[in-house]
């Protein structure tokens, strides 16, 4: 006969895994949500870099046109799906339908900013030919290409990996208080979903940037007029439960239409970052 019978406790509030559960891009693009169709058209216009002129010799004027490029951003739908049987339900540990419903919104929303990411590494302009690591001269780098394009100002958006952001800390001016207002290393800090503004940048750090944690991470900088994002009309994702009676099965599907495209070239920057150094070893 046994002298204990001991028993486990399962505690049924779950613990959410790490992952990105939000959209960190959304708001940094020009962003058309209120379309009822397959594609956003974004219209780029201005002058084509025209200067003024002086009458012409006749005496007229002479006259030009408006430089106006449609830009088609087509959208694509996107779909997560999780089905659970009614004994699985009855028989796990925890809200399975909550857990689906919180899933299926980051599965979406993590294809929403790899839309924005795909669309922002079309563009062609680099700031430096080899990998290096984020120095303020590489910021001040950035700034100069997108102000030569007069693509600068307070619409700068600029995406790097934990990696970048590490290399950000060990800057003084980003930490020290004679330049900046807020005390970096006296708050709590969170790498991964980190979003502040310096240096006229709008900054979010990214874990889902091509390259994370090699030799090669491409971390992006960017006018929000540079970006055109499409979604579907009411701007937001659709989720829905649901239920099979018949077969006992429980599903929860969120869905949205996304398009995300490179409207202007000049008003992209992409650095390449060194990040392996900081990289988990086994």
């Known amino acids: ?49 025209a200067v003024a002129s002086t009458r012409g010799t006749n005496g007229k004027i002479p006259g030009r046109g408006n430089d106006l490029t449609q830009n088609t951003c087509t959208l694509v739908e996107y779909h997560d799906v ?10 796990s540990q925890g809200d399975q339908i909550r857990i689906a419903q919180e899933g299926t919104m980051a599965v979406i929303n993590r294809r929403m900013d790899a839309s924005v990411i795909a669309a922002v590494e079309t563009g062609t302009q680099y700031a430096g030919v080899a990998s290096a690591a984020l120095t303020l001269d590489k910021v001040a780098h950035v700034l100069a290409i997108l102000g030569n394009a007069n693509a600068g100002g307070a619409n700068v958006a600029g995406a790097i990996s934990p990696a970048a952001y590490v290399d950000l800390l060990q800057t003084e001016e980003f930490t020290n208080v004679n330049y900046v207002d807020k005390k970096v290393f006296a708050t709590t800090n969170d790498a991964v979903q980190a979003r502040f503004a310096w240096a006229g940048i709008e900054w979010v750090v990214h874990s889902g940037l091509t390259g994370a944690e090699t030799s090669t991470e491409k971390c992006l900088f960017w006018n929000k007029a540079a970006v055109g994002l499409g979604v579907d009309k009411g701007d937001g994702s659709k989720v829905e439960v649901g239920r099979d009676g018949r077969n006992d099965i429980s599903w929860t599907r969120a869905s949205t239409f996304i398009g995300a495209k490179l409207l202007q070239n000049a008003g992209v920057v992409i650095f390449r970052h060194a990040g392996d150094g900081y990289a988990a070893t086994a």
């Open 1 to 49: 006969m046994a002298e204990t019978a001991f028993q486990n406790a399962y505690r049924q509030e779950h613990v959410a895994s790490f992952e990105r559960r939000s959209s960190l891009l959304r708001d940094m693009c020009t962003k058309e949500s209120e379309i009822k169709g397959s594609a956003a058209i974004f219209l780029v216009a201005g002058s084509g870099g």
């Open 82 to 91: 999780v089905d659970m049987t009614g004994f699985n339900i009855f028989a």
